[in-house]
C-alpha cells in the first residue's frame, strides 16, 4: 500500500519559518501531483498549494509569496517551506498525492492518497 509521512510541523511564533515534507512510499509507478492541504478546528479544509509532475505550482492567495512548494521526484518527496507564518496558518497540514500505483499491469491505476496531518501551531 502506498503510504505518505509527513514531518517537520510544530510551534512558531509569528513571523517565523517552517519547513514541511511528505515522503511518499510503497509500490509507486509514478506520482501525477502532490499537494499539500491545511484544516483549522471548525473549517474545512482547503487546499494550499499544489505541484504538478511538470514542475507547475499553484498556491491558495493566502500563501502566496510566503510559502513554497517543492518536489524531489527522485525521492518521491514534496517539501512546503513556509515564511512569515501568521497566527492564521495555524491549522493541520496534510500532504496530498495522486499516484500511479504499480501493480505489474499497464496501465497502471490512479488513486489518491493522504497523509496523517501534521500541526503547525503560529503564536501572536
Known amino acids: 500500500q502506498v503510504q505518505l509521512v509527513e514531518s517537520g510541523g510544530g510551534l512558531v511564533q509569528a513571523g517565523g519559518s517552517l519547513r514541511l515534507a511528505c515522503a511518499a512510499s510503497g509500490p509507486i509507478f509514478s506520482i501525477n501531483s502532490m499537494g499539500w492541504y491545511r484544516q483549522a478546528p471548525g473549517k474545512q479544509r482547503e487546499l494550499v498549494a499544489f505541484?504538478?509532475?511538470?514542475?507547475?505550482?499553484t498556491y491558495t492567495d493566502s500563501v502566496k509569496g510566503r510559502f513554497t512548494i517543492s518536489r524531489d521526484n527522485s525521492e518521491n518527496t514534496v517539501y512546503l517551506g513556509m515564511n512569515s507564518l501568521k497566527v492564521e496558518d495555524t491549522a493541520a497540514y496534510y500532504c496530498?498525492?495522486?499516484?500511479?500505483?504499480?501493480?505489474?499491469?499497464?496501465?497502471?491505476?490512479?488513486?489518491?492518497?493522504w497523509g496523517q496531518g501534521t500541526q503547525v501551531t503560529v503564536s501572536s
Open positions: 505541484i504538478r509532475d511538470t514542475g507547475n505550482t
Open positions: 496530498n498525492a495522486e499516484v500511479r500505483v504499480d501493480r505489474g499491469s499497464m496501465p497502471p491505476p490512479t488513486y489518491v492518497f
